[in-house]
């Protein structure tokens, strides 16, 4: 049977619920193709368009200088800030996973939940 | 406020005035070639932005889409109330003035949560052909922008048609969210 809207947007919730109980997450978002996101669970206000399309734009930025040195396909994008991280990584139907995590967060531990993530998530797109 | 803040703050006060004359343009008037509009458009917002962040392009002009049909809707909503078609009145009326398009509702789905706008003689794609997707993302932005101010709710816009890819005229759905 195929998944309804708003089982597919539970679903999503609730991987999203798993990632920002990691130590330091602090938001997950999933973000479409235009820059609108789609699913977000953080604890703090976000400008959820102006985010949407600043992750769609440096992801883009980020795959497209990876191009120039023929690296092959984009799996991550990490940002690494004075009081915290963000990670990009790419979903299927060009939907970006984005993450913002604080200072304590650990970055090999959110890598790999990211990693884990990521298939799950597509099978829900797809 | 950075410069580019500042010039948006003019420009949109004089959109919304209904001002069509403007300043040191003495010799050659407001009118610009259409053209020049999409050189602006499809390549310095287009391809050569797309040459730089790729996809990225496309959140990036249907975002500054939205930005617009968010300002224009909250500036026209006082004047039309609850009332749709009024409120789509008068943003056709801005899209006149300022040569975006023809815009018309083409379809209003309440139960699914779905209004479908045309844009005939679209300002982005009119005379462009040959492209194998919609390309009129700040079009689709726009409406999206529009809607959102309406319903308060938040707005997935798709363009549905495109003159550009051989349907002679645009359409986009917008699907109105949870």
Not at chain 1, 65 to 89: C, F, I, P, R, Y
Not at chain 2, 7 to 19: D, F
Not at chain 2, 45 to 53: K, Q
């Amino acid at each position: 049977m195929a998944m309804t809207a708003n089982d597919r947007s539970q679903r999503v919730d609730k991987v999203l619920g798993t990632i920002t109980g990691l130590r330091g997450v602090t938001a997950a978002a999933v973000i479409d193709s235009d820059g609108l996101v789609t699913h977000v669970r953080r604890d703090f206000e976000i400008n959820t368009d102006a985010l949407g399309a600043a992750v769609q734009i440096a992801f883009g930025s980020a795959r497209r200088a990876s191009d120039h040195v023929s690296q092959g396909a984009t799996h991550m994008v990490l940002v690494e800030n004075k009081d915290g991280l963000v990670m990009l990584a790419p979903l299927a139907k060009g939907f970006v996973l984005a993450l913002v995590g604080d200072s304590s967060a650990m970055l090999g531990a959110v890598r790999f939940e990211v990693k884990q993530t990521v298939p799950e998530l597509n099978q829900i797109f797809a | 406020m950075t410069d580019y803040a500042n010039a948006e703050q003019t420009l949109l006060r004089s959109i919304l005035a209904g001002k069509t004359d403007v300043a040191n343009r003495a010799t050659l008037g407001p009118m610009v070639p259409i053209q020049l509009f999409q050189a602006l458009r499809l390549i310095g917002m287009g391809s050569s932005i797309e040459e730089m962040v790729g996809e990225g392009a496309h959140a990036l002009v249907y975002q500054s889409g939205k930005r617009v049909g968010q300002v224009l809707g909250n500036a026209v909503l006082p004047k039309a109330g609850k009332d749709l078609p009024k409120y789509l009145e008068l943003i056709r009326g801005v899209c006149l003035q300022l040569s975006i398009g023809q815009l018309a509702l083409e379809k209003a789905d309440n139960k699914a949560g779905l209004l479908t706008l045309k844009v005939d003689e679209c300002v982005s794609c009119a005379g462009i052909s040959g492209v194998k997707a919609p390309i009129c993302n700040f079009e689709a932005g726009l409406v999206a922008g529009v809607v959102k101010v309406f319903t308060a709710r938040e707005v997935k816009a798709v363009e549905v048609k495109c003159n550009a890819v051989g349907d002679r005229t645009c359409a986009v759905d917008a699907h109105i969210l949870g």
